[in-house]
């Protein structure tokens, strides 16, 4: 997770915008919003990560400005794995600049001081006082002429930790706990529902147990299983609405929903689901992470024959992206739909879980290659993809490795046919699948 930090104004979106150019990094092809995108996986030599824009996340026209900066500096430390510090050249070297500079040094993670703004010489000439920040990683760009992008991008991805590789198959929580996420805005009900959830009926396991990697995380048995909610320290008592918890909340939540997974991200049935919603959905998506979209106060729509309708109509058309998500109905107030979103989230856990035998995955490529076969292209026999084997390599997603003759000639109408194909024969209804070519050595 890469966080970019800095005043208004220095070119955080710019630079954000700059990486994530095609011409760049490799970004997602599932995107949730494709304006104003805040949050993104992208990779670079083959390293995968997120990239973080805190200054669109946490916009606040109101707040006092050097104590936002040190706010994001402050949550950035604590989630993310390389920070970029921006500054502006054109500005020079501001006293909110030298106080982020003091706060950053109690870190031990890697942070990259980027002077923006650096289009000519004498700008390059201004930007040398900011060698006296003491930061050893400092280089001079400028986002808008894309220049010295590259190299800041190239210096990143060495300083990124080595745990997460793109092709990580292992599972990476194989204790068989399912670690659950709730986010979503601020009043839409989290609390209330974390304590809901944490109800005394289901008893909370101790922490000796060994099912806890932190104490802010709270174990519950739910139907002989153990759930662990992720991060409920920073949700769990309820009306502790004040001023700042917005901008805290969410790179908190890209941690938490890093940290799990399944998520439930949390909407009030009041209200259309907002921009923020389909940002922290599409972080979800993109980091193949389970996802429960839950319709909270519930009681407070009318019931009438149409409402369920209308309102997981309005919550695809929002995340259109994710098809496949399931829409759980809740009242955190009265308990209501409670215990049909753990059934829920235990399922879609499973769905994730299982794992197709080989023999029936060979019979089903079989049966669909021989329904439709793959189309050559321009009539050319030998421009024909073949598809000799699918195996599947891991859960939680489901992922499938094809091994094909040649993945360019894949189309993605096939992919798609070929994905359809295992939701339908094996009954993934609701998770995210992840299917992968491979050319056949
Ligand atoms: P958070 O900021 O997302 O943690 O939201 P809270 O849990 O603090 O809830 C915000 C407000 O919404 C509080 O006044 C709650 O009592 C109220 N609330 C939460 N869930 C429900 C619900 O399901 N129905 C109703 N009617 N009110 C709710």
């Known amino acids: 997770m890469v966080a970019i930090i800095g005043r208004p104004n220095v070119g955080k979106s710019s630079l954000f915008n700059r990486i994530l150019s095609r011409r760049h990094a490799i970004v997602s092809e599932v995107s949730g919003t494709t304006r104003d995108r805040l949050i993104a996986s992208a990779s670079w030599n083959g390293r995968q990560f997120l990239l973080i824009d805190t200054g669109g996340l946490e916009d606040d026209p109101d707040g006092h400005i050097p104590q936002r900066v040190q706010q994001q500096a402050d949550m950035a430390m604590g989630a993310a794995d390389v920070i970029i510090f921006l500054t502006d050249a054109v500005q020079g070297l501001t006293a909110t600049d030298q106080a982020v500079a003091q706060r950053l040094r109690r870190t031990d993670k890697p942070v990259m001081l980027a002077v923006n703004k650096v289009d000519n010489e004498n700008r390059e000439l201004a930007a040398a006082e900011f060698f006296q920040l003491g930061i050893s990683e400092t280089s001079f760009i400028s986002a808008y002429h894309n220049y010295g992008v590259y190299d800041l991008l190239e210096r990143m991805v060495d300083l990124l930790p080595t745990r997460e590789l793109v092709e990580q198959w292992d599972d990476d929580y194989p204790d068989g706990v399912l670690r659950l996420s709730i986010v979503g805005r601020t009043n839409v009900g989290k609390s209330l529902l974390t304590n809901a959830i944490l109800g005394e009926e289901r008893s909370i396991v101790s922490p000796e147990a060994g099912t806890t990697r932190d104490a802010l995380d709270t174990p519950i048995t739910y139907r002989d299983h153990t759930i662990t909610l992720v991060d409920t320290a920073g949700i769990r008592r309820p009306g502790q609405v004040q001023r700042g918890i917005e901008k805290y909340s969410v790179l908190r939540a890209v941690n938490a929903v ?167 024969r094996f009954g993934f209804h609701r998770t995210h699948l992840r299917l992968v070519f491979r050319a056949e050595r």
Request: proline share 5%; aromatic share 8%; glycine share 4%.
């Open 258 to 424: 890093h940290r799990s997974d399944i998520t439930l991200l949390i909407t009030d049935a009041t209200e259309l689901a907002t921009a923020q919603d389909a940002h922290i959905a599409g972080l979800a998506w993109d980091t193949n992470r389970g996802l429960i979209v839950v319709v909270n106060k519930w009681d407070l729509v009318n019931p009438n024959r149409f409402r369920t309708e209308r309102s997981l109509h309005r919550v695809h058309q929002r995340l259109h992206f994710m098809p496949y998500v399931p829409v759980s109905f809740t009242s955190a107030l009265t308990g209501e739909g409670i215990n049909e979103l753990l059934d829920t989230a235990l399922s879609l856990w499973m769905e994730r879980q299982r794992r197709v035998p080989f023999r029936d995955l060979q019979y089903l490529l079989a049966d669909a290659v021989s329904t439709h076969a793959p189309p050559s292209r321009r009539g050319n026999l030998r421009n024909r993809l073949r598809v000799r084997r699918v195996r599947q390599v891991g859960v939680n997603p489901p992922t499938f490795v094809f091994s094909v003759n040649d993945p360019k000639l894949l189309h993605f109408s096939y992919e798609r046919y070929l994905e359809n194909q295992i939701r339908e």
